[in-house]
């Protein structure tokens, strides 16, 4: 992003570029989702998940969050790679929230 503002003189925003406006928008999309995720990993790490587990939902999510900005960087349009990256992001968001309430239900019944 740097190089692109830098090669086109655009010094805030997007200058009305359309390939920096994606661009922005892949950054921002990134900014959207993982906090939310990495926080939700920090509590399920809390709460004793297990590593294996811990790892598996950081792996699919680096795997779905790289997809998403490889297919929406490449175009604005529709692409598999956007698509499966936001079905995925979503996917492992649900499990994570679901894993969490289970642990929550599981040691409130203790």
Same mark, same amino acid.
């Given at each position: 992003?740097?190089?692109?503002?830098?090669?086109?003189?655009?010094?805030?925003?997007?200058?009305?570029?359309?390939?920096?406006?994606?661009?922005?928008?892949?950054?921002?999309?990134?900014?959207?989702?993982?906090?939310?995720?990495?926080?939700?990993?920090?509590? @399920?790490?809390?709460?004793?998940?297990?590593?294996?587990?811990?790892?598996?939902?950081?792996?699919?999510?680096?795997?779905?969050?790289?997809?998403?900005?490889?297919?929406?960087?490449?175009?604005?349009?529709?692409?598999?790679?956007?698509?499966?990256?936001?079905?995925?992001?979503?996917?492992?968001?649900?499990?994570?929230?679901?894993?969490?309430?289970?642990?929550? @239900?599981?040691?409130?019944?203790?």
């Amino acid at each position: 992003m740097i190089l692109h503002r830098k090669a086109h003189r655009i010094g805030v925003g997007t200058g009305g570029d359309a390939v920096m406006t994606r661009k922005v928008r892949v950054h921002a999309n990134f900014a959207e989702y993982v906090p939310l995720a990495l926080l939700m990993l920090a509590l @399920l790490e809390l709460s004793g998940t297990t590593a294996p587990v811990l790892w598996s939902c950081g792996l699919l999510l680096l795997l779905a969050r790289l997809m998403h900005a490889v297919g929406l960087g490449g175009s604005a349009g529709i692409s598999v790679g956007r698509f499966g990256g936001t079905i995925l992001t979503f996917a492992v968001l649900l499990a994570m929230a679901l894993l969490g309430a289970w642990r929550f @239900l599981a040691q409130a019944m203790l």
